[in-house]
């Protein structure tokens, strides 16, 4: 992920599980000119091609 204030790379710092399929992640801005700590979320949207296995219960990490 790319800082959106200056485009430098970024460090993820933390992320928080909201939900098993949705996580916050903290990002700190790598340039020290910047330093810009932000939030990004990633979320699962669909499957591309379904799992061998298939469970009834969420996926959990
Ligand atoms: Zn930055």
Do not use: G, K, W
């Not at 460090?11 to 330093?35: G, S």
């Amino acid at each position: 992920m790319r800082c959106p204030n200056c485009n430098s790379n970024t460090l993820v710092q933390r992320t928080y599980v909201i939900t098993p399929y949705l996580r916050d992640i903290v990002h700190r801005c790598r340039n020290e000119d910047c330093c810009h700590i932000f939030v990004t979320q990633q979320e699962f949207i669909r499957s591309v091609v379904l799992p061998i296995t298939d469970t009834d219960s969420p996926v959990t990490a």
